[in-house]
Nanobody
Framework: QVQLVESGGGLVQPGESLRLSCAAS????????MAWYRQAPGKQRELVAI???????DYADSVKGRFTMSRDNAKKMVYLQMSSLKPEDTAVYLC????????????WGRGTQVTVSS
């Protein structure tokens, strides 16, 4: 069974940095699109960054220039380097693995809390 486990969250002050990690297991990792989402209390889950199996990378406008996503197919890991953090970045950050062929699949981790506060 596919498992995704996030780590690296915590409490930081505005302007500081954090690096999130997501470890995957029981999957052919390189075939999946990997993404980071976040969900703040009372808000809808939103896409933060996506790194496709073909190598395309995209970010939400709100994090462009501050966040960098990377993936290591050999280690089955994805990372989210977050810099210049703002209070509005406070949320639970979730890792997602998805593909549409040969059949639709989507897997989620349990998330890691990021709190940005002075």
């Amino acid at each position: 069974q596919v498992q995704l486990v996030e780590s690296g969250g915590g409490l930081v002050q505005p302007g500081e940095s954090l690096r999130l990690s997501c470890a995957a297991s029981e999957m052919i990792f390189s075939l999946y699109n990997m993404a980071w989402y976040r969900q703040a209390p009372g808000k809808q889950r939103e896409l933060v960054a996506i790194f496709t199996s073909s190598g395309s990378l995209d970010y939400a406008d709100s994090v462009k220039g501050r966040f960098t996503m990377s993936r290591d197919n050999a280690k089955k890991m994805v990372y989210l380097q977050m810099s210049s953090l703002k209070p509005e970045d406070t949320a639970v950050y979730l890792c997602n693995a998805a593909r549409s062929w040969p059949r639709p699949e989507s897997y989620w981790g349990r998330g890691t809390q990021v709190t940005v506060s002075s």
